[in-house]
């Protein structure tokens, strides 16, 4: 599975941006999704996940009830909107695919795109 994600840019507090992942490959369908992200001297950290059936998802405490994940199985898409953002939101934001039918953590992921980057000004 291949995975680019868009849709970075910079913003400033209180706005909105959609963060696109397009995957390639046949079985995308069969991949957990995650959404993680990494702020400069930080460790990459979980922001979202969405089971292979899109029915169920998780988020971290931070994004909670301000980010939504989902997916599109039939475009080999997943999407994170993000509303409602703060400056402690900005950071590269990976989108990444794990065998498992879904998962939290970083070490459970087996496939990554290359990042994008949200910067939120104050």
């Known amino acids: 599975v291949q995975l680019q994600a868009s849709g970075g840019g910079l913003v400033q507090a209180g706005d909105s941006l959609r963060l696109s992942c397009a995957a390639s490959g046949r079985a995308f369908s069969m991949y957990g999704m995650g959404w993680f992200r990494q702020a400069p001297g930080k460790e990459r950290e979980f922001v979202a996940s969405i089971r292979w059936s899109g029915v169920s998802t998780s988020y971290a405490d931070s994004v909670k009830g301000r980010f939504t994940v989902s997916r599109d199985n039939g475009k080999n898409m997943v999407y994170l909107q993000m509303n409602s953002l703060k400056p402690e939101d900005t950071a590269v934001y990976y989108c990444?695919?794990?065998?498992?039918?879904?998962?939290?953590?970083?070490?459970?992921?087996?496939?990554w795109g290359q990042g994008t980057q949200v910067t939120v000004s104050s």
């Open positions: 990444a695919a794990t065998i498992r039918s879904h998962s939290d953590y970083v070490s459970e992921y087996d496939y």
